[in-house]
Structure formats: C-alpha cells, structure tokens
C-alpha cells in the first residue's frame, strides 16, 4: 500500500522506510536459508534452483556489454520505422477472432483442455495438465498487445499441456522453474512470434481482419514489431534492451542483499545505471524506482528469471535449429506443430523431473550461456536496422 501510495505521488521517501524493512528481513531469510557463496544466491534459489551470482555475474556482465554494442549500432542507423502504422480503432470482437487464429496455429488446445477468459493482465492458470487456461487483456486503440499477449500465454499454457500424463502421482506436473517457463514464453512471443517467417504467414489474416493493413507494405510491418529503442519502464521495454531493465535490478538486488549498498541510495544508483546503459534518465520516481511492484511483496531474487528465459531460449533456438534446418521455411508455410512436437520430446514432457541446469544441459549439451541469444539480437536488429 506504502508502494502504490509513492508511486502514485511520485516520491520515492514514502516507500522508503517499508522496504527497508523487507531488505532487512530478506538479508536474515537469505542467512537462515544458507548459502555457499553469496546471500544473494538464496533468494535465487527460490524461483531458479541451483542459480547462483557466481554464474550470473558472467552471463549478464558480457550480456549487457553486448547489447549496449548492438543498441549504439541501432543508433547510429539511418533506418527509421513508422510506428504511426499500429495506430487504429480495432474492435474488441477482431481482436478476439486474431486471438484465435494465432493461438490455432501455434497449437494451445483452448477448446477441449483449456479457455481463454480477459483480465486486468494476462496470465496462465492450470489444474494439472488437462486444463490450462489463459487470460487476455484488449485495447481498443491497438491490436497487437493482445496478439502478443495471447502468444506469450499460449506459450506458457502449451508447455503445461504437454507435460507427460505418468508425472501427475509424483507431484513434478508442472513447468520446473520462472526461467525455463519464461524460455517457453517468450520462444513463441519473440523467437518464432516476431520472426520473419511467422509475421509473413500471419500478415494476410492480419489485412483480411483489419483493413488499415490492406495498404501497408510487409517490410514495414516486419520492422513496427522489431522496433529497438531505449526506454525507462520494463514492462514496455523492446526485445533488444528488455534484458538490460532486468540486469539493472539483478545489480542491484546483489548487493542490496549482501549489505554494499543500501536502500537510501537506490534511487541514484538506479538513475545512473538506466543513464550508463540504456542512455535515458528517469526525470521522476514512478517512471524509476517506483516502476514495479516486486519489492514490495518481498519479490527479491525473482527478476533475472526474466533475463534467464530469453537466454535458455536461445540455446533451445540453436539446438532445434540444428535438427530442424528447415525451422523457419517450415514457420512460414504455417507448420508450427514440428517445432511444438520438438519442445515437447525434448523440455515440455519432462515437468519438473530435471532441475533447469540439467534439462539445458540435457537439451542442449551446454552450460547457461548468453552467445545464443546475442546472437540472435545481433542478426535480427542487423537485418531491421541493415547495418
Ligand atoms: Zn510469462
């Protein structure tokens, strides 16, 4: 309440004295929790088992570099991307029949082992994996959050589908950790949702239902979905800088738990490193410090798992890759069930039978490692910003 109060008024000194408290009584949790190395790795435990700073550090710190290289090429590029092309009135009703037909194609079963119902935020819900239910949120002046958000859900809720029947009695029934359901996610969001091929295939539906897009050229609507542009909130950030919003926090959150730093200089700490990185500086607390509810509840340890999915994510996109050459030409075509049928023999059917360390390693005969996804980012915002 405390948060929601300084957020509305702005002023980051109304927070201040509760979530003192919350890191006070998170650094004794981490210390009664144990540890080996660092407090921090007890919280992270908590969302991503066996997930340690010791690892982290290495990914993320080369991660950021990385894409702080990629994002000045981005700025120095002449290219520029018509975003004015998303603007519209799109009814509801549409908006729920593109729903449909991209959760069709990607394969979520909503009709006999799930539903689809709307809330404040999207999110995914199941009782075993025989019903799996999302829900979606819609905005009459733009189309695509729902596209995207269903496709993230559908993500999330094809995983559970296709969890092996025999995992039920052993209570292992369920995606086994944040990281590795976000992987699955953002796979379909992003990986396959934004990708070329599945935009070519989507894109005369999108005109069939919405006829503003009649006159609008592929290339352009590829782009408005690849748009990398530095900004100040997470939950709006693009494909290419999200990560960095999440290892600010992960910076932070470390050395807060370890006693380096301390709650009466985050706000500056925070405003730096939005500058150093991302080149922009909160003018106000809610647009900074205030943004996201997570320490609030006591959420310490749960952010990199935002960061964790996209990596792992594209070293399953390397694997598949290698023993389906054809991926995307298949993506285009509209074949989305090898891909589905590839997610399952190789990380959905598991559950939770292997901790997320093994079941990469299992997949992808790899240790956690961020050149995938770098990767990725440096091919795909080559080919938008063709530099
Ligand atoms: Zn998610």
Same mark, same amino acid.
């Given at each position: 309440?405390?948060?929601?109060?300084?957020?509305?008024?702005?002023?980051?000194?109304?927070?201040?004295?509760?979530?003192?408290?919350?890191?006070?009584?998170?650094?004794?949790?981490?210390?009664?929790?144990?540890?080996?190395?660092?407090?921090?790795?007890?919280? @992270?435990?908590?969302?991503?088992?066996?997930?340690?700073?010791?690892?982290?550090?290495?990914?993320?710190?080369? @991660?950021?570099?990385?894409?702080?290289?990629?994002?000045?090429?981005?700025?120095?590029?002449?290219?520029?991307?018509?975003?004015?092309?998303?603007?519209?009135?799109?009814?509801?009703?549409?908006?729920?029949?593109?729903?449909?037909?991209?959760?069709? @194609?990607?394969?979520?079963?909503?009709?006999?082992?799930?539903?689809?119902?709307?809330?404040?935020?999207?999110?995914?819900?199941?009782?075993?994996?025989?019903?799996?239910?999302?829900?979606?949120?819609?905005?009459?002046?733009?189309?695509?959050?729902?596209?995207?958000?269903?496709?993230?859900?559908?993500?999330?809720?094809?995983?559970?589908?296709?969890?092996?029947?025999?995992?039920?009695?052993?209570?292992?029934?369920?995606?086994?950790?944040?990281?590795?359901?976000?992987?699955?996610?953002?796979?379909?969001?992003?990986?396959?949702?934004?990708?070329?091929?599945?935009?070519?295939?989507?894109?005369?539906?999108?005109?069939?239902?919405?006829?503003?897009?009649?006159?609008?050229?592929?290339?352009?609507?590829?782009?408005?979905?690849?748009?990398?542009?530095?900004?100040?909130?997470?939950?709006?950030?693009?494909?290419?800088?999200?990560?960095?919003?999440?290892?600010?926090?992960?910076?932070?959150?470390?050395?807060?738990?370890?006693?380096?730093?301390?709650?009466?200089? @985050?706000?500056?700490?925070?405003?730096?490193?939005?500058?150093?990185?991302?080149?922009?500086?909160?003018?106000?607390?809610?647009?900074?410090?205030?943004?996201?509810?997570?320490?609030?509840?006591?959420?310490?340890?749960?952010?990199?798992?935002?960061?964790?999915?996209?990596?792992?994510?594209?070293?399953?996109?390397?694997?598949?890759?290698?023993?389906?050459?054809?991926?995307?030409?298949?993506?285009?075509?509209?074949?989305?069930?090898?891909?589905?049928?590839?997610?399952?023999?190789?990380?959905?059917?598991?559950?939770?039978?292997?901790?997320?360390?093994?079941?990469?390693?299992?997949?992808?005969?790899?240790?956690?490692?961020?050149?995938?996804?770098?990767?990725?980012?440096?091919?795909?915002?080559?080919?938008?910003?063709?530099?």
């Amino acid at each position: 309440m405390a948060w929601e109060e300084a957020k509305s008024k702005n002023d980051f000194s109304i927070f201040m004295p509760h979530l003192e408290k919350m890191v006070d009584y998170k650094r004794k949790f981490a210390n009664f929790y144990g540890y080996e190395k660092h407090p921090y790795d007890a919280l @992270l435990n908590e969302y991503e088992m066996g997930m340690t700073v010791e690892k982290l550090d290495k990914v993320f710190a080369s @991660l950021r570099d990385e894409i702080v290289n990629i994002l000045s090429k981005v700025r120095e590029s002449k290219v520029s991307i018509d975003e004015n092309i998303l603007e519209g009135k799109f009814s509801i009703e549409k908006q729920k029949e593109l729903e449909k037909y991209v959760l069709d @194609l990607i394969g979520y079963d909503y009709k006999h082992r799930g539903r689809i119902d709307s809330s404040e935020h999207p999110f995914t819900t199941n009782f075993g994996n025989k019903d799996v239910r999302i829900t979606n949120h819609y905005h009459e002046n733009n189309f695509y959050s729902a596209m995207y958000s269903a496709i993230h859900e559908g993500g999330h809720a094809i995983y559970e589908q296709q969890i092996n029947d025999d995992l039920e009695k052993y209570g292992l029934q369920s995606g086994v950790s944040m990281g590795i359901h976000e992987s699955q996610s953002r796979f379909y969001e992003n990986i396959i949702g934004k990708s070329k091929s599945f935009l070519k295939l989507v894109y005369p539906k999108v005109q069939e239902i919405f006829e503003e897009f009649r006159s609008v050229p592929f290339k352009n609507f590829y782009k408005v979905f690849n748009i990398a542009c530095p900004s100040l909130i997470r939950t709006e950030a693009d494909e290419l800088t999200y990560s960095l919003h999440v290892i600010i926090r992960y910076e932070i959150e470390k050395e807060l738990i370890k006693g380096e730093i301390e709650v009466k200089d @985050l706000k500056e700490i925070w405003n730096n490193k939005y500058e150093e990185y991302l080149g922009v500086r909160p003018q106000n607390d809610s647009e900074g410090i205030l943004q996201d509810m997570h320490w609030s509840d006591g959420g310490f340890g749960y952010f990199p798992s935002y960061a964790l999915g996209n990596i792992y994510g594209a070293q399953f996109l390397n694997s598949a890759l290698k023993d389906m050459p054809n991926l995307y030409s298949e993506i285009e075509k509209g074949n989305l069930n090898d891909i589905k049928v590839w997610l399952k023999e190789n990380i959905h059917q598991y559950g939770k039978l292997y901790e997320p360390a093994e079941l990469l390693k299992k997949v992808t005969g790899e240790e956690l490692d961020s050149k995938y996804f770098v990767e990725y980012l440096r091919n795909k915002f080559k080919d938008v910003y063709e530099f």
